[in-house]
């Protein structure tokens, strides 16, 4: 190497235009290498939130159940005529419908856990909330795990084995 000539006259344009070109694809290879990080972080993230809200909501529906058929059991203790009781048995079975539509739409969701709709779908109002702690049935009160093989076994209990 002539260390007196300058430096530009020891590399020709082919090599620049190499070294430009490598260089820009590294940047590129790194700016989607990040993209595809942080939308995965976040397709992470809201599938945790997602399936934190359906844990929720699993738990509420079980112990609104539970509220209601106490609350239609509690009716029908004072039972005084044949119309009072059919109402008690109305509550009761509304309790089971809106319980099994609940835990349906648990266990077989209309929308993929990383989307957005996913949370809307399992929403709990603070007052359904605040009702349901006043009446007895707070979630610290009920020591019950609401897993998906406890909703389908009170769903669908003609298909499990009877380990419940």
């Not at 997602?50 to 844990?55: A, G, I, P």
């Not at 089971?96 to 779908?121: G, K, N, T, V, W």
């Amino acid at each position: 190497m002539d260390w007196s000539e300058p430096p530009m006259d020891l590399y020709n344009d082919e090599s620049l235009m190499l070294i430009l070109g490598l260089s820009v694809c590294t940047q590129l290879v790194l700016m989607v290498y990040i993209t595809m990080t942080l939308t995965h972080s976040n397709a992470l993230r809201r599938k945790q939130y997602n399936e934190m809200k359906r844990r929720h909501y699993g738990n509420f529906i079980f112990r609104r159940l539970l509220a209601q058929l106490d609350q239609a059991w509690m009716s029908s203790s004072r039972c005084a005529d044949l119309d009072a009781c059919r109402l008690a048995q109305c509550q009761a079975l509304d309790a089971i419908h809106l319980f099994r539509h609940s835990a349906i739409q648990l266990l077989y969701p209309e929308f993929e856990m990383h989307s957005e709709q996913a949370s809307d779908a399992y929403w709990v109002l603070n007052e359904q909330e605040l009702e349901l702690s006043t009446a007895g049935y707070a979630f610290a009160d009920i020591s019950v795990e609401v897993t998906d093989d406890l909703l389908v076994h009170l769903v669908h209990p003609e298909r499990t084995d009877g380990a419940y």
